[in-house]
């Protein structure tokens, strides 16, 4: 089993930045991606980002490139979503994810694990 914890959502406006945390524990070694998603209500949890625990590969949406940056901490198990030039398009519920799943970065069935979510709202 593999337990995660996402931190860091709140309101920012339009043009801001958030930086949203996801701490892994447990069985982290059955995994080799850690993935983030995000849900908009009444929308379907889409794909945004995620990145090898390799640390050789990160892949976004296309929506978020250039804006977002996820990162890992190998010392503490984290995986950090920076997300800069924030939108009002970018309010979700983001989750972070993890599972065996490459090549199939982008398919929200792959991930085995996931976190309970944290909210960021984007507007003036």
């Known amino acids: 089993q593999v337990q995660l914890v996402e931190s860091g959502g709140g309101l920012v406006q339009p043009g801001g930045s958030l930086r949203l945390s996801c701490a892994a524990s447990g069985r982290t070694f059955s995994s080799d991606t850690m993935g983030w998603f995000r849900q908009a209500p009444g929308k379907e949890r889409e794909f945004v980002g995620a990145i090898r625990w390799s640390g050789d590969m990160t892949y976004y949406r296309d929506s978020v490139k250039g804006r977002f940056t996820i990162s890992r901490d190998d010392a503490r198990n984290t995986v950090t979503l920076q997300m800069n030039s924030l939108k009002p398009e970018d309010t979700a519920v983001y989750f972070c994810?993890?599972?065996?799943?490459?090549?199939?970065?982008?398919?929200?069935?792959?991930?085995?694990?996931w976190g309970q979510g944290t909210q960021v709202t984007v507007s003036s």
């Open positions: 994810a993890a599972g065996s799943v490459s090549p199939y970065w982008t398919i929200r069935r792959k991930y085995e694990y």
